[in-house]
């Protein structure tokens, strides 16, 4: 399993972003490239799954670290 390193505001970004390329996907039929509004899956599903392998290979985690 992968761990989390998305998270808060972060997390809450990607998913708005991801929905709203999703969304213009369906709202712009006409536009010559469209398939690039598909895009919008990546940021989706990392914001969704709150893992992103790109911030792994940097070393980046924007989740709060808990200390008990």
């Known amino acids: 399993m992968l761990a989390k ?3 808060g505001i972060d ?3 990607r998913i708005l972003v991801g929905l ?9 039929p ?3 490239m469209r ?7 990546v940021p989706l ?3 969704l799954m709150q893992t992103c392998p790109l911030y792994s290979l940097i070393g980046l985690n924007t ?3 808990r200390k008990g």
């Open 63 to 65: 989740c709060p670290t």
């Open 11 to 13: 997390r809450i970004l």
């Open 20 to 28: 709203a390329l999703i969304l213009g996907f369906f709202l712009n």
């Open 30 to 32: 006409e536009a010559s």
């Open 35 to 41: 398939w690039l509004y598909l895009i919008g899956i």
């Open 45 to 47: 599903a990392t914001g």
């Open 5 to 7: 390193n998305v998270g």
